[in-house]
């Protein structure tokens, strides 16, 4: 039986709840304006393919897309339903109340009034970028490939080449700050040598490469947290192509990204492209790694800033999520804005503008006590760079940088 439009995606899963023949697929509430969908992967132990795909494969039969005889494949099943509801407008999934995480998982789905679909839908799907023509809850070929790389994922065990590099605790710190709409809603210290994944939520994929278990797990705030009704279903929505997010590493060579998730990424930082002192925002390709920021061309930069030829760097990158980001002007108006800080370059451009500013003041002979623990301080941390013996040593300047007091 074959069927099209949104719509009726709507009426066949209220039918499939009511009928209470598929385990784990019932309403949460006792309004019945949200349900739960059985959400469990693949690659678990105890993964009975009858029973947890049984609702998915419902759809692809629905679909007119699988019919007895056919080869089974049920991360395919599952990759149409869940892009029939991302992309209906009657269903946006409820992050906060999904359970992933336990032996039973599953994702929580809330029914949007077509009210609220009026006043809402078309900036939101803009946003996210993902909307395509034709019958809203098919999925082109290529989204189908994309979209089941998170069924795929969790099997990768190859690092990635920046992955694999040697990192000292002092330069893999990042502190990853979070604005909605302009408004910091929390900032996270990244400790984890390995490096972190920046997601809506915590990933499944236990004992994986790009699992919660390899790399510190990181979460967007819950849009519930906005106080501006509007402001809050579309950043809801534009988290939900969010889901796989991005990994980030910092090692003595600056920070690495690579972006997962289906939303356009844009970032902006003293990295690999652009101008040194006049960064140029770049567009994140998907599943590419991209230097976003060089620790080499920092330390150029504040040397020169020492000397008094250039203003101070900046050591924190911007990324701005599902939105095109033209300049840093603009950051503050953007719905999603994560900036993430090497931790130890912060401090050196503390200790850098510390002396800066008593210069006019002090004898370059007899410097007083503050300036004396900055110079230590800042030759520590180059002490600690210029012992990584990683394959650019050539970004250590410590033969060449003169801490001027």
């Known amino acids: 039986m074959s069927n099209s439009g949104g719509r ?10 009511q009928s209470g023949q598929y385990c784990g697929l019932l309403w949460e509430d006792e309004s019945r304006t949200m349900f739960r969908i059985p959400w469990k992967h693949a690659g678990k132990q105890d993964y009975n393919q009858e029973v947890d795909a049984s609702i998915f494969k419902a759809w692809a039969v629905f679909k007119g897309k699988f019919k007895e005889g056919d080869k089974a494949e049920p991360a395919t099943w599952k990759t149409r339903l869940r892009c029939a509801l991302n ?6 999934e409820a992050t906060e109340r999904s359970q992933l995480d336990i032996s039973e998982p599953y994702k929580v789905y809330r029914i949007v009034p077509e009210e609220e679909q009026k006043h809402g839908k078309s900036s939101a799907m803009t946003l996210a970028a993902t909307t395509s023509s034709g019958d809203i809850t098919d999925c082109s070929p290529a989204e189908m490939e994309e979209i089941i790389k998170e069924e795929e994922v969790c099997s990768i ?4 080449e920046y992955w694999s590099q040697g990192s000292i605790n002092t330069f893999s710190q990042m502190m990853i ?6 408004k910091l809603m929390s900032n996270i210290l990244v400790t984890h040598p390995e490096g972190c994944r920046i997601s809506p939520q915590q990933h499944l994929c236990r004992g994986a490469l790009y699992s919660s278990d390899s790399m510190q797990s990181v979460n967007f705030p819950p849009a519930e947290l906005i106080e501006i009704d509007r402001q809050r279903h579309v950043t809801r929505k534009l988290l939900g192509h969010l889901e796989r997010g991005v990994l980030v590493r910092a090692n003595q060579e600056g920070i690495f990204i690579k972006r997962l998730c289906q939303s356009r990424v844009f970032w902006s930082g003293l990295g690999e492209m652009g101008s040194q002192y006049n960064p140029i925002p770049c567009k994140l390709e998907r599943d590419a790694v991209v230097k976003i920021f060089d620790t080499g061309r920092f330390f150029q930069a504040l040397q020169l800033y020492q000397e008094g030829q250039f203003p101070a760097p900046d050591p924190t990158v911007t990324l701005c999520f599902g939105e095109e980001l033209h300049d840093l002007n603009n950051a503050k108006n953007k719905l999603v804005i994560v900036q993430i800080t090497m931790v130890n370059c912060q401090h050196l451009l503390e200790a850098a503008v510390n002396i800066r500013r008593s210069q006019p003041y002090s004898n370059n002979s007899n410097l007083d006590m503050s300036d004396a623990i900055a110079s230590d301080q800042m030759a520590r941390i180059y002490q600690d760079l210029c012992s990584y013996t990683g394959p650019q040593r050539s970004a250590c300047y410590r033969d060449n940088v003169s801490i001027t007091a």
């Not at 992309?87 to 946006?92: H, N, Q, T, W, Y």
């Not at 065990?157 to 990635?160: E, F, L, N, V």
């Not at 700050?177 to 302009?182: A, L, T």
Request: aromatic share 20%; proline share 8%.
């Open 8 to 17: 009726r995606l709507k009426q066949w899963l209220m039918e499939q709840i």
């Open 87 to 92: 992309k209906s407008p009657d269903f946006e």
């Open 157 to 160: 065990q190859a690092s990635p």
């Open 177 to 182: 700050s979070f604005y909605y709409g302009g």
